[in-house]
């Protein structure tokens, strides 16, 4: 039986004894996962037995939409006291999903010091860094010894997102090195800060796009990474653990977007099936539009195909074949760009593999299919067969690999031009390379 | 101009000068990337210019193939430093590269400790978790106070992986609890460890697959998590930066599935031609046997192609528009699993959404598509188009939808019946209700 259910009916049935119990045996993430699948009115139920501190715990727990419902459902000083105890980086995400007016209200509750931490982050652009820093900090000079910044630490540190990147800053709050709390804790206490931090640092300015930081974070093993304004000057430190979010984000985007789907922005199950038709439906479009090609093309040949009927009945595996290998280019471009192993620059090298490890497949499968299709269907489409296949593998991997990397060039992102419109594309020149060597064989 | 030419060029002019220069001003990642695309006997000698501080955080930004060119172009003595100075882990993975007789002399050159060290994580399967911990921790007891904790973490610290995460035991190696060490730093020196370690804590088992734990700490957002043998012995330390590298591989895995093809396990560039065609040839294999059902279903209709051979024209089209619209519920569906939204236990609900959706899509595409087919081959034909839209694009989307989920309860990745593989099957499906649909309206 699904807990989801047991917790549905626990709460039914006011057996609220078993269901504190059951909050008690488990963790704040399992808990946040069991509240998400909850009707709304039982979800307020079941926070309201949490522990307080738990409370918190698995409210931060919960996707930005979970939370608003929450939020709704819950009475005033309880809502305020949770905005007021949430990160401002966590903060900025709920209210995203608000209504501007609920939002505003929310915002007028805040502490002034909280209010202005979560202004200063609404400040910068949708996923820009910004907008995901943690502006509370502790910043360490040059010229403390090691002993004086653990003082520092213990004293401001408690506010702070993150304690394990320590930067270090000029009077004029400009970035110079960043110390880890890992050599602060194994130094010297005497040492002065300037001679254990690292001045070579990465850092990353607020208005810029998250992506790359956070990719960056994930290959350099980063725990925290400095953000900075245009002049260098500190402003906030992005955590891993936002950086992971975002990347987790992209790589939704770039899976659905290679399954033909724009990611919906929610869970799925919270989205309404209304939603989730038009994520899916401009792409549809856009790629039945494509597929009228195959339309015009078989059109312009339908005479062949009157003559030799026995050819429409290979179109589906032949231009299945050429799509299938061109989605593989495509795919396999598209991942290595993403992780950083091939940029635009090796255009002409990428391509020339492709093309040669889709002549490869296309030959070998042309070798392998010609024997049962000429048992069935006679020599001469056997070979027709065996001929497209060859050509339309080895096209469908040059279209796959060039297509994504040109988009990136031009600035589109590469997974917009992945499988499905690769496949769609693909399948139109397959039908005309499969008439063509048709037309020479059969002396059509 | 490409970096790498330009080094590629210093080297080839001798003018290693400026290749100092480079590397005095270039990050070790950053050198790594460049270091990654230059010829085995240019990699040696770049990074043989390294100061040899560098040396070490260059190499370990290195891809294990990469790694494994440079130590066998580089001097014996220079081999066993580096291969001495890496965290056990990394060395392990090193070694998987390896032929058994080289990794056998380098294991045997190594230190008494590290060989033991290393030794510990080999003797775990491929895979588990035990293979990517890190076996140098340091652990506390409940009795310590504070201060004895921070004085312990400063002794031994500086051999340990990570000192941010630390576990709390019993004299049984027992794990009972854990403290961060901000934790640590923030409290009160006199204050026992027992008091302000977690007792409510995740942990792994060494033997386990290393997926599931790398998910957890990402959604826990955990920076290290105590890995135990099967009596809650503590045996490691599993860092989020091993764990984000092996959900990068299981998203390049889940993402080469989606488009056909085998995760090569190895960076793009570096891969031969012929193991690129291999990854590619057994999904495709696969594929062209399944698409071989639509030429049995074709010839089965064969008749009806031929009497209205207008039919024809609309395979690509009406099949490509079936695949996308299982391919993106495929995508969706595989996705949501991938991060937790969606488990095994939701099937009914999504296959119901799903539905949904592929009915509202096909009707969308069938009205929105009448009014051209009909303009060019008349009313009939119209119909017969979009009844079959209708059709196959709800049975699409309840294939695309349930085939993964069935898939991941028997114990198969989903993405192993992602895009390619739901397309292909309902092209033979769609195929059917397109003739079937053809027959009835046209009355054949």
Known sequence: ?????????????????????????????????????????????????????????????????????????????????????????????????????????????????????????????????????????????????????????????????????????????????????????????AAPIGSIMKRELYSVQADEDQEKPARLMREADLIALPVTDREGRLLGVLTFDDAMAVLEAEETEDILRGGGAEPPGRPYLSVSIWRLARTRLTWLFILILAATMTVNVLSYFEETLQAVITLSLFIPLLIDTGGNIGAQSATMVIRAMAVGEVRFNDLSQVVLREIQVGLMLGLMLGVIGFLPVMLFFGKEIALVISISLTFTSTFAALAGSMLPMLASRVGVDPAVVSAPIITTLVDASGLIIYFLTASFVLGL
Chains 1, 2 share one sequence.
Do not use: C
Request: glycine share 4%; charged share 30%; hydrophobic share 40%.
């Open 1 to 189: 039986m699904k807990v989801h259910d047991r917790v549905s009916d626990l709460i039914n049935n006011q057996d609220l004894q078993s269901v504190h119990q059951w909050l008690l045996q488990t963790a704040p993430l399992d808990i946040a996962e069991q509240l998400s699948r909850l009707e709304t009115n039982e979800k307020a139920v079941v926070f309201r037995l949490l522990p307080k501190d738990r409370a918190l715990s698995v409210f931060e727990a919960l996707e930005p939409v979970h939370q608003q419902e929450l939020l709704a459902s819950l009475r005033e000083p309880n809502v305020r006291e949770i905005f007021e105890a949430m990160d401002p980086d966590d903060r900025t995400k709920l209210l995203d999903e608000m209504p501007a007016g609920v939002a505003k209200k929310l915002l007028d509750g805040l502490s002034p010091k909280e209010r202005r931490l979560t202004s200063i982050l609404l400040g910068y652009p949708k996923d820009s860094v910004g907008r995901i820093m943690s502006p509370e900090f502790v910043d360490l000079r040059v010229s403390y010894t090691v002993a004086q910044a653990i003082e520092r630490v213990r004293r401001y540190g408690r506010e702070a997102e993150t304690i394990y990147a320590l930067p270090v800053t000029d009077e004029q709050l400009h970035l110079v090195g960043i110390v880890s709390l890992r050599d602060l804790v194994l130094a010297n206490q």
